[in-house]
């Protein structure tokens, strides 16, 4: 259930970019490698296209973050291929 309200949320700040935020499978699975063994899939792929863009995926990103506990969430540090690395 807790999912099913994160991708809503991921949905509604979709539609609020100027750019782009997909969550199709291939534009996901395309960016979950690397040149690396690692593969994580995130749960969506962000293009910004303004500044304003980039400052709702960050504090949604910010806002998430805090409400997470350290079960269900870990830190998501970027590796060489921009992709998520959140299963740490």
Do not use: H
């Not at 949320?9 to 979709?14: A, K």
């Amino acid at each position: 259930m807790e999912y099913d309200k994160l991708l809503s949320r991921l949905d509604f700040l979709g539609s609020s970019l100027e750019g782009e935020l997909k969550r199709d499978k291939i534009t996901r699975t395309i960016y979950s490698t690397d040149a690396s063994v690692y593969r994580e899939v995130p749960l969506a792929v962000a293009w910004p296209k303004n500044e304003s863009d980039i400052r709702k995926i960050l504090t949604f990103a910010s806002a998430e973050k805090n409400q997470c506990n350290t079960e269900s969430c870990r830190d998501i540090p970027c590796r060489t291929g921009g992709q998520c690395g959140n299963n740490s």
